[in-house]
C-alpha cells in the first residue's frame, strides 16, 4: 500500500511533513487515562449495580442516555454528526484543509450491550476512535483524509434480531422498513422503540462507503491470553447462525399424567439443549452451539409445559460445516416431535456467512503494532461485530485486545488498562496510514 500525501486540499509543507513523521514513526500516543476515564463513565449509564458492567439493550431509556453521553463527547470534539434511519451515528472530522469530500477512513463499533453486558465490549472501539480524533486534533496533525467515528445500533442482537441490525443497514443488507418491522423478545417493535427514544435520524440508508474501515474490539475469549500475546490481528469472523424453536406440547398435571402419556415441552426443550452440546463436541473446534433462551409456558410447578420458545446459536468459521451442523439440528428436531408426540416449528433469526477480512489492511494492522512494540497473533473472530458488514463495501479489519479470563457478555468483563491503550494507538497509526496511502 503506498504512502502519498493523499487528498488534503492544501499541501502545507510543515504538516506534510508532519504528517509524514508521525506516519514513519510512530511516535504519536493516545491519552490513556482519558480513555479509561470514559469507559468509566460509560459503563455507569445502565450501570449494573456491584459491578463495572452495563445492561443498555438496543432502543431502551438505558441506550437513549449511552447515545446522549456519547455524542456529546463526539460535538466537543466538533464532528459532523449523521444520524441516519435506524439510529447509526457517523461523527466525521474534517479538520481545515482536508477535502470534504473525500471517503473518510472509519473506525467505530457498538454502545448497545446484552442484558449482562461488561464495560469494554463495543465501548472500547467508539471511544477510542474518538480518542484517536482528540489526540490528533491536540497535536495539530491534519490527515490525508477525513476519518470518522461511528457506533452502530443494535450490534448485539438481544433484544431484536438479527445482531449487527444497525450496520447491515448501514451497507443495504437489510431494509430499513424490514428492520423498522422487527418486533423484539418483548413484544415491542424497532421502528416504535426507535422513535420513542428519539434515536431516528435524517441521513439515508444505506450509507455511503468509507474508504477503509477498522474496529478495535476485545478479543471475548481465552486466546490471546492464552498465548502471551498483546493484540490480535483479525482474519475474519466465523459464520453465525440464530433460530428460533417453538415446542407446542400439551399442559397437564404434574401428578396424575403417566409418563407415557405425556406431550412435555419442557423435556423436549431439555432435549434440544443437550443434542446441540453433543453437536459441537462431535463436530470439534471451532463448532460451537448454545441454547441461550428458553422460555416455558405456563412455567409452573405442577403443570407439564405446553409449550417452550428457546434459541439456538451455532457458529463455525467453516461455512460448510455450519450448513451440516443446521441440517442435523433441523433432522433432530423432526425425530424429537416424533418421538414425544409435539410440533416444533423453527424460525431464522439470524444467518450469516463467515467473513474474510482485507489482506491488505490486516497486514498493516500486524506491521502497525510489530512497529510500535506489541506481540500479535493472527486469529479468526468467535463473536459478530459490525466490521464484518462494513467488510461488504469496504476493505476491513479488526484489532483485538486480549480479554481477562476470556470473560464477556459479563459484568466481570476486564482487559489491563496497557492493553486498552496499546490497542488504541494501533488503531490511531493504522487509521493514519490508510488515511496516507492511495
Ligand atoms: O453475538 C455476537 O457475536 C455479538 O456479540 N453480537
Ligand atoms: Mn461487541
Ligand atoms: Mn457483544
Redesign the pocket.
Request: proline share 5%; with cysteine; charged share 20%.
Given at each position: 500500500m503506498g504512502c502519498r500525501a493523499g487528498l488534503r486540499g492544501h499541501q502545507g509543507s510543515k504538516e506534510e511533513e508532519q504528517l509524514t513523521s508521525i506516519v514513519e514513526t510512530g511516535r504519536l500516543r493516545i491519552d490513556g487515562q482519558r480513555l479509561l476515564d470514559r469507559l468509566s463513565a460509560l459503563s455507569r449509564v445502565g450501570g449494573i449495580a456491584g459491578t463495572t458492567g452495563s445492561s443498555r439493550l438496543a432502543f431502551t431509556d438505558a441506550d437513549r442516555a449511552g447515545r446522549r453521553l456519547v455524542t456529546g463527547w463526539m460535538e466537543d470534539l466538533g464532528l459532523q454528526l449523521s444520524v441516519d434511519g435506524i439510529g447509526n451515528v457517523v461523527g466525521l472530522w474534517l479538520p481545515p484543509g482536508i477535502d470534504p469530500a473525500a471517503p473518510p477512513v472509519m473506525t467505530g463499533s457498538h454502545i448497545d450491550?446484552?442484558g449482562t453486558?461488561g464495560r469494554y465490549?463495543?465501548n472500547l472501539g467508539v471511544l477510542a476512535g474518538l480518542e484517536v480524533i482528540e489526540t490528533l486534533a491536540a497535536e495539530g496533525v491534519t490527515p490525508a483524509r477525513p476519518l470518522a467515528v461511528a457506533f452502530f445500533s443494535n450490534?448485539?442482537g438481544s433484544r431484536f434480531q438479527p445482531d449487527m441490525m444497525g450496520s447491515l443497514v448501514y451497507v443495504g443488507g437489510m431494509a430499513l422498513e424490514e428492520a423498522h418491522a422487527v418486533e423484539g423478545i418483548d413484544g415491542a417493535t424497532v421502528g416504535a422503540e426507535l422513535a420513542r427514544i428519539g434515536g431516528r435520524g435524517p441521513s439515508p440508508c444505506p450509507g455511503p462507503a468509507p474508504h477503509r474501515f477498522v474496529e478495535l474490539h476485545i478479543e471475548?475469549g481465552p486466546v490471546l491470553e492464552e498465548a502471551g500475546v498483546g493484540l490480535g490481528v483479525v482474519e475474519g469472523v466465523q459464520g453465525i447462525s440464530w433460530t428460533e424453536v417453538v415446542v407446542e406440547g400439551q399442559s397437564n398435571h404434574a401428578g396424575t399424567t403417566p409418563m407415557g402419556l405425556r406431550r412435555d415441552a419442557g423435556y423436549v426443550a431439555a432435549e434440544i439443549t443437550t443434542f446441540v452440546r453433543r453437536l459441537a463436541l462431535e463436530f470439534g473446534h471451532p463448532q460451537v452451539a448454545t441454547v441461550g433462551a428458553i422460555d416455558l409456558h405456563p412455567n409452573l410447578i405442577n403443570v407439564v409445559a405446553a409449550t417452550a420458545k428457546l434459541t439456538v446459536d451455532l457458529r463455525n468459521t467453516d461455512n460448510d460445516r455450519l450448513l451440516e451442523a443446521e441440517r442435523q439440528l433441523a433432522r433432530e428436531l423432526d425425530a424429537v416431535a416424533d418421538r414425544e408426540g409435539v410440533s416444533i416449528t423453527t424460525r431464522t433469526l439470524t444467518r450469516f456467512d463467515p467473513v474474510v477480512f482485507d489482506p491488505e489492511v490486516v497486514d498493516l494492522v500486524e506491521a502497525t503494532a510489530h512497529r510500535l512494540g506489541i506481540t500479535t497473533m493472527r486469529l479468526p473472530s468467535g463473536?459478530g461485530h459490525d466490521a464484518q458488514m462494513l467488510a461488504r463495501v469496504c476493505p476491513t479489519a479488526m484489532v483485538f485486545t486480549p480479554s481477562e479470563n476470556g470473560i464477556?457478555?459479563n459484568p466481570a468483563e476486564h482487559t489491563d488498562p496497557a492493553d486498552l491503550e496499546a490497542g488504541a494507538n494501533v488503531l490511531l497509526h493504522t487509521m493514519l496510514a490508510l488515511a496516507a496511502a492511495d
Amino acid at each position: 500500500m503506498g504512502c502519498r500525501a493523499g487528498l488534503r486540499g492544501h499541501q502545507g509543507s510543515k504538516e506534510e511533513e508532519q504528517l509524514t513523521s508521525i506516519v514513519e514513526t510512530g511516535r504519536l500516543r493516545i491519552d490513556g487515562q482519558r480513555l479509561l476515564d470514559r469507559l468509566s463513565a460509560l459503563s455507569r449509564v445502565g450501570g449494573i449495580a456491584g459491578t463495572t458492567g452495563s445492561s443498555r439493550l438496543a432502543f431502551t431509556d438505558a441506550d437513549r442516555a449511552g447515545r446522549r453521553l456519547v455524542t456529546g463527547w463526539m460535538e466537543d470534539l466538533g464532528l459532523q454528526l449523521s444520524v441516519d434511519g435506524i439510529g447509526n451515528v457517523v461523527g466525521l472530522w474534517l479538520p481545515p484543509g482536508i477535502d470534504p469530500a473525500a471517503p473518510p477512513v472509519m473506525t467505530g463499533s457498538h454502545i448497545d450491550t446484552v442484558g449482562t453486558g461488561g464495560r469494554y465490549d463495543g465501548n472500547l472501539g467508539v471511544l477510542a476512535g474518538l480518542e484517536v480524533i482528540e489526540t490528533l486534533a491536540a497535536e495539530g496533525v491534519t490527515p490525508a483524509r477525513p476519518l470518522a467515528v461511528a457506533f452502530f445500533s443494535n450490534e448485539e442482537g438481544s433484544r431484536f434480531q438479527p445482531d449487527m441490525m444497525g450496520s447491515l443497514v448501514y451497507v443495504g443488507g437489510m431494509a430499513l422498513e424490514e428492520a423498522h418491522a422487527v418486533e423484539g423478545i418483548d413484544g415491542a417493535t424497532v421502528g416504535a422503540e426507535l422513535a420513542r427514544i428519539g434515536g431516528r435520524g435524517p441521513s439515508p440508508c444505506p450509507g455511503p462507503a468509507p474508504h477503509r474501515f477498522v474496529e478495535l474490539h476485545i478479543e471475548q475469549g481465552p486466546v490471546l491470553e492464552e498465548a502471551g500475546v498483546g493484540l490480535g490481528v483479525v482474519e475474519g469472523v466465523q459464520g453465525i447462525s440464530w433460530t428460533e424453536v417453538v415446542v407446542e406440547g400439551q399442559s397437564n398435571h404434574a401428578g396424575t399424567t403417566p409418563m407415557g402419556l405425556r406431550r412435555d415441552a419442557g423435556y423436549v426443550a431439555a432435549e434440544i439443549t443437550t443434542f446441540v452440546r453433543r453437536l459441537a463436541l462431535e463436530f470439534g473446534h471451532p463448532q460451537v452451539a448454545t441454547v441461550g433462551a428458553i422460555d416455558l409456558h405456563p412455567n409452573l410447578i405442577n403443570v407439564v409445559a405446553a409449550t417452550a420458545k428457546l434459541t439456538v446459536d451455532l457458529r463455525n468459521t467453516d461455512n460448510d460445516r455450519l450448513l451440516e451442523a443446521e441440517r442435523q439440528l433441523a433432522r433432530e428436531l423432526d425425530a424429537v416431535a416424533d418421538r414425544e408426540g409435539v410440533s416444533i416449528t423453527t424460525r431464522t433469526l439470524t444467518r450469516f456467512d463467515p467473513v474474510v477480512f482485507d489482506p491488505e489492511v490486516v497486514d498493516l494492522v500486524e506491521a502497525t503494532a510489530h512497529r510500535l512494540g506489541i506481540t500479535t497473533m493472527r486469529l479468526p473472530s468467535g463473536a459478530g461485530h459490525d466490521a464484518q458488514m462494513l467488510a461488504r463495501v469496504c476493505p476491513t479489519a479488526m484489532v483485538f485486545t486480549p480479554s481477562e479470563n476470556g470473560i464477556s457478555h459479563n459484568p466481570a468483563e476486564h482487559t489491563d488498562p496497557a492493553d486498552l491503550e496499546a490497542g488504541a494507538n494501533v488503531l490511531l497509526h493504522t487509521m493514519l496510514a490508510l488515511a496516507a496511502a492511495d
